[in-house]
Nanobody, 125 residues
């Protein structure tokens, strides 16, 4: 069971970036997926989550209205579309998966068993 986050890079403030989370060894269809990020010198925080069905999505207050999480069953990929990026969005972004995630705890690390390596997003001019 492996997860891989990709799509990071350097982007200017106000710009957009789309991150992808792909799995090998299992199907993402059965899993809730969470996106987390860790900025330099800070603890990892939950950013967004999507239920296995895709019907429920969750966002932290810091990204609500700017980020959109989605899943594509055909591509077996979960995306995080990030718009209106700010320097404070600079971080390593991770995706995580678990079969059952309680909605009220969807942005908590403890809800997720499977983690991938992160991808660095740098927002700077």
């Amino acid at each position: 069971v492996q997860l891989q986050a990709s799509g990071g890079g350097l982007v200017e403030p106000g710009g957009s970036r789309r991150l992808s989370c792909e799995a090998s060894g299992f199907s993402l269809d059965d899993y809730a997926i969470g996106w987390f990020r860790q900025a330099p010198g800070k603890e990892r925080e939950g950013v967004s989550s999507i239920s296995s069905s895709g019907h429920s999505t969750y966002y932290s207050d810091s990204v609500k209205g700017r980020f959109t999480i989605s899943r594509d069953s055909a591509d077996k990929t979960v995306y995080l579309q990030m718009n209106g990026l700010k320097p404070e969005d600079t971080a390593v972004y991770f995706c995580a998966a678990d079969v059952f995630v309680r909605s009220e705890f969807a942005l908590l690390e403890s809800q997720y068993v499977h983690w991938g390596q992160g991808t660095l997003v740098t927002v700077s001019s």
